[in-house]
């Protein structure tokens, strides 16, 4: 039990009658077909359900009472085929039916679909019902994912270093590809399968370009030869210079005929190798990276031009909107701002890939401006899995509530209900290519993850991905008793889980507070740092206290980021006395006496949220030590250490803002609170030589 089976440990149900069922209710397995992607299934339900049901469940020829049968429609027995087809009909090509029903007078469970993948994640449904011990008696359930591409976005370097990873070095051995097939590339493709992510890329959008060489090449196609059974495809960042890097061509200008041409055969290159390859993903003209504007190009002509070279074999571009320029005023604004008068001007087979906020991942940010905002592109919300801003690798911190939270937002592009989640699924303008993507926490630790509750993120990434409606809790509860087992510590988990967003975002940035960390590695606080080669990356720049006050203008009356919202939303923020205390600090500056909704001033209010946070995690403490005996000792000794270690850097980040901004503020830190241990010069002297850093 060392974390490595992750949500998949197919744990024996405890002798009970809902053994004695799962029993009668499956007694051998049958698969019609023989791809690839139904081995994989077929060796799937071979190692769960034996393992669970702890009996042999032998593959059989004929039906009987207890058979299971999976395979996609057009593989069934005519009886099978009549009795499915109206559910499979209504399935999209990738979703799945799960039917328990009677078949020449035998009761059998039937997994179907129109497509084998699909069979697939039939089969990881089933499990996850009896993983989590229901009841699979009267199944008749179908499912189809709501977004087409649910990627996951590695940043990982070609020398294995994961930028902004907190889980060791990258999974990806690039020394030993392409002859060798590490066990981990298989159960990384079993464990997103089991989620219904269909998509990864490989390579950090910081770019090497050496990735897209002919050599290399042969390492990523055995890469994708590896995941393609289990319905996954493999994308890679592109980096825009690579026709002069390793095509030694004199530009990269996207009207050039030489690079046009480069990329045309470098597309056909990759298509020989790997015939459904994804497509690219870039991050051009973005903190140094190369891209179209160093030619007086736009992002449009850039990501046209390898749009174009894709276009034959199907493949896409993932053109990132993560822009901002160091003499802007706000950096809020310049995606918008860069991105909007391009609507209209990409191709059909470009995306714009949007971070969830306008400033880059803080443990809570409005939805950024530019989601509704491109009517006539397809736009795909990006999140981060990797918790370069909430705690990296040491703080407990579920982010379903974070991903909801941006997901169920109302941009009011086109009327109300136009959601962040109905802009992804295309549903609300009608787009055919939808996607969503998250950056990845993976690494080689043996648990994936590095923290072991890093792992929710993933899963719950994967399966809000496939349905954005389904509630964190409910994620939550599955995964709980999936990786620990389905006893009394349930609900407690669950608790931990639930508030653990909230307790995160009150000791680190409370009311609004935004990016006043480390600078570089991002790493423990520094609301003080004012001398970042550029303003942009200051935490001074954001927060603006002084001694009036807190917070960024940002109304009409200051930065007018504001102003990119659509009226409705401007309503909710514009009045500091009616916007949610927990955006406030993001549209206002507020006096240090403003009367917050809970009747204390701002500067109270800010006391008391930092406290709570740091109450928050002491509660979760006590939450894991009441639930010990559930645990196994191993991950009870490893989440209990990481706790006491969450609980040390929040008091740190409780202890080094108030110290902080009391002196901004001039205002003492409440009587009756916890004080800080040091004085403000400690904390601004630490220093974090061991910080991971980017
Ligand atoms: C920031 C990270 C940086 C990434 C960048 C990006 O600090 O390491 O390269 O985003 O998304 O969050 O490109």
Redesign the pocket.
């Known amino acids: 039990e060392d974390g490595y089976k992750m949500w998949l440990r197919y744990a024996p149900i405890p002798t009970s009658t809902l053994l004695q069922q799962y029993r009668r209710q499956i007694t051998g397995i049958i698969i019609y077909g023989n791809s690839p992607t139904l081995r994989a299934a077929r060796e799937e339900l071979n190692t769960a359900l034996p393992a669970m049901l702890q009996s042999p469940i032998p593959e059989i020829k004929t039906l009987r009472n207890g058979a299971l049968i999976a395979s996609p429609l057009s593989s069934l027995p005519s009886a099978l085929k009549s009795i499915a087809i109206k559910e499979v009909q209504q399935l999209d090509s990738t979703g799945y039916l799960l039917l328990s029903t009677t078949a020449n007078g035998k009761q059998i469970t039937l997994i179907t679909a129109k497509d084998d993948i699909g069979v697939l994640y039939g089969v990881f449904a089933l499990l996850r019902k009896i993983q989590t011990q229901q009841n699979i008696l009267q199944l008749k359930e179908w499912s189809s994912p709501k977004i087409k591409l649910r990627l996951l976005n590695h ?1 990982d370097n070609l020398n294995r270093y994961v ?2 990873g907190y889980a060791g070095i990258s999974i990806w051995n690039w020394h030993t590809l392409p002859s060798y097939i590490d066990q981990r590339y298989i159960d990384y493709a079993r464990f997103n399968a089991s989620i219904g992510i269909n998509g990864t890329v490989l390579n ?3 770019a090497n370009a050496t990735v897209l060489t002919s050599e290399w090449l042969l390492k990523v196609a055995a890469i994708a030869n590896t995941l393609r059974p289990y319905g996954i495809k493999v994308f890679l960042s592109a980096r825009f210079s690579a026709p002069i890097e390793i095509g030694h061509l004199s530009t990269a200008d996207p009207l050039n005929d030489s690079v046009r041409a480069w990329w045309q055969q470098k597309a056909k290159e990759i298509y020989q190798l790997i015939p459904d390859f994804g497509g690219f993903l870039v ?1 051009a003209n ?2 140094g ?1 190369p891209g179209p504007q160093s030619y007086h190009r736009t992002h449009a002509d850039g990501a046209n031009l390898l749009a174009d070279a894709l276009a034959p074999y199907g493949g896409i571009v993932m053109w ?1 909107a ?1 822009v901002y320029d160091p003499k802007a005023t706000d950096r809020f604004k310049q995606a918008y701002e860069e991105f909007t008068p391009l609507d209209g001007s990409f191709h059909s087979n470009v995306m714009v890939q949007v ?1 969830n906020g306008p400033i ?2 803080q443990p809570r940010e409005p939805f950024s401006p530019l989601l509704g905002a491109m009517p006539k592109t397809p736009l795909l919300p ?1 999140f ?1 899995l990797t918790q ?2 909430l705690g990296q690798g040491t703080h407990l911190v579920y982010m379903s509530p974070l991903f909801r939270e941006v997901l169920q937002s109302d941009t009011y592009s086109n009327g109300p209900h136009s959601t962040v989640a109905a802009i992804a699924d295309g549903s609300l303008l009608h787009h055919q290519l939808t996607a969503i993507a998250g ?1 990845s926490n993976i690494g080689n630790e043996r648990n994936w993850t590095g923290h072991p509750f890093g792992q929710a993120n993933w899963y719950a990434f994967g399966r809000l991905a496939w349905d954005h409606s389904l509630s964190s809790e409910n994620i939550g509860k599955e995964w709980i008793q999936q990786t620990f087992g389905c006893n009394q510590a349930t609900d407690t988990i669950l608790s931990m889980m639930m508030g653990s967003r909230e307790t995160l975002v009150n000791y680190m940035t409370p009311l609004g507070l935004h990016h006043i960390m480390g600078n570089g590695h ?1 790493y423990g606080p520094a609301p003080w740092s004012n001398h970042a080669p550029r303003a942009d990356w200051d935490p001074v720049y954001y927060h603006r206290a002084d001694s009036n006050g807190i917070g960024f203008d940002r109304t009409a009356t200051g930065s007018g980021a504001l102003l990119q919202y659509q009226p409705a939303v401007q309503q909710l923020y514009a009045d500091s006395n009616k916007c949610e205390d927990k955006f406030l600090l993001w549209f206002h500056h507020v006096s240090w006496q403003h009367r917050m909704h809970s009747g204390r001033t701002l500067w109270q209010e800010l006391c008391f949220k930092y406290n709570e946070g740091v109450m928050g995690v002491r509660h979760m403490q006590q939450q894991w030590n009441n639930i010990k005996q559930y645990i196994n000792q191993e991950q009870f000794h490893q989440v209990s250490q990481l706790l006491a270690l969450q609980e040390q850097e929040a008091v740190w980040w409780r202890d080094a803002c108030l110290s902080y901004f009391s002196t901004i503020s001039r205002l003492a830190i409440p009587v009756g609170m916890e004080q800080p241990a040091h004085s403000l010069q400690y904390y601004q002297q630490l220093h974090f030589p061991y910080a991971p850093g ?1």
């Open positions: 940043w930028e902004r950090n959008v910081n991050k973005s903190e990276q990132r993560f971070k880059d991942f990006e981060q370069e801003y950056v991002h980017n």
